[in-house]
Antibody, heavy 118, light 110 residues
Framework: QVQLQESGPGLVKPSETLSLTCTVS?????????WGWIRQPPGKGLEWIGS???????YYNSSLNSRVTLSVDTSKNQFSLNLTSMTAADTAVYYC???????????WGQGTLVTVSS | QSALTQPPSASGSPGQSVTISCTGT?????????VSWYQQHPGKAPKLMIY???KRPSGVPDRFSGSKSGNTASLTVSGLQADDEADYYC??????????FGGGTKLTVL
C-alpha cells in the first residue's frame, strides 16, 4: 500500500522560507510517476502548487512559480517543497500526493498545517 | 489560470441522485479529457473518486459516475448515502503542465 507522510515546521515567520518533505513508502519514487504538492487554506478550496516527475522535471502553478522549488531524493524515497517569502496568505494545510498522469492524484498524505505568524 | 466553477452547495435525500457541475473553458475542461473528482470529509485528505472524466479507481462504488459536455464536467452520485456527505472538488489539466481545481461543492444528505 502506497503511503505518503509530510514533515516540516508547523509555524513559519513572515518572509521566511517554508521547507516541507514528503516521505513515500510502499512505492519507489524512482519507478515512475509525478509527485505533487497541493495546499488548502483553512475553510477554503484546494490549490495545486506543483509537481515533480521522478526524473526531476518540475511543473509549477504559474501564480507561485517564482517562489516554489520542488526537488526529489530517490535515495531517501522523498520529495520536497521550498516556498519562499511566506506571508499570512500562505497559511494552509499542505498535502503531498502521487500524481499518476500529471493530472490526477491517487494517493495523498494526511496533510500538515503550516501557519505563518510572527 | 482561473479556478474551475462549482456550485457552493448541493443536496439530496438518501437514495436520490445528485449531480455536481464543474465549469471551465476550452483551455482546461473542454480541451482535455483529464477531469478528476475528489471527495473530502472534514479534517481528512481528499480521496480520488473519478479520473480522466469517467474512470473510477478501484474501490470507488459505481454509484459515482463522471461525464463531460463541452466545457462542463459533471459528477453524479446515485443512491445517496449518509457517508456521501462531504466536500467535492473537481480538477482539470489546463495545458502546459498546469493543473487547476474547482472551488468545491458541499454535498448535504438531507
Amino acid at each position: 500500500q502506497v503511503q505518503l507522510q509530510e514533515s516540516g515546521p508547523g509555524l513559519v515567520k513572515p518572509s521566511e522560507t517554508l521547507s516541507l518533505t514528503c516521505t513515500v513508502s510502499g512505492y519507489s519514487i524512482s519507478s515512475g510517476y509525478y509527485w505533487g504538492w497541493i495546499r488548502q487554506p483553512p475553510g477554503k478550496g484546494l490549490e495545486w502548487i506543483g509537481s515533480i516527475f521522478h526524473s526531476g522535471s518540475t511543473y509549477y502553478n504559474s501564480s507561485l512559480n517564482s517562489r516554489v522549488t520542488l526537488s526529489v531524493d530517490t535515495s531517501k524515497n522523498q520529495f520536497s517543497l521550498n516556498l519562499t517569502s511566506m506571508t499570512a496568505a500562505d497559511t494552509a494545510v499542505y498535502y503531498c500526493a502521487r500524481d499518476r498522469t500529471g493530472a490526477h492524484f491517487d494517493y495523498w498524505g494526511q496533510g500538515t498545517l503550516v501557519t505563518v505568524s510572527s | 489560470q482561473s479556478a474551475l466553477t462549482q456550485p457552493p452547495s448541493a443536496s439530496g435525500s438518501p437514495g436520490q441522485s445528485v449531480t455536481i457541475s464543474c465549469t471551465g473553458t476550452s483551455s482546461d475542461v473542454g480541451g482535455f479529457n483529464y477531469v478528476s473528482w475528489y471527495q473530502q470529509h472534514p479534517g481528512k485528505a481528499p480521496k480520488l473518486m473519478i479520473y480522466e472524466v469517467s474512470k473510477r479507481p478501484s474501490g470507488v462504488p459505481d454509484r459515482f459516475s463522471g461525464s463531460k459536455s463541452g466545457n462542463t464536467a459533471s459528477l453524479t452520485v446515485s443512491g445517496l448515502q449518509a457517508d456521501d456527505e462531504a466536500d467535492y472538488y473537481c480538477s482539470s489539466y489546463a495545458g502546459n503542465n498546469n493543473l487547476v481545481f474547482g472551488g468545491g461543492t458541499k454535498l448535504t444528505v438531507l
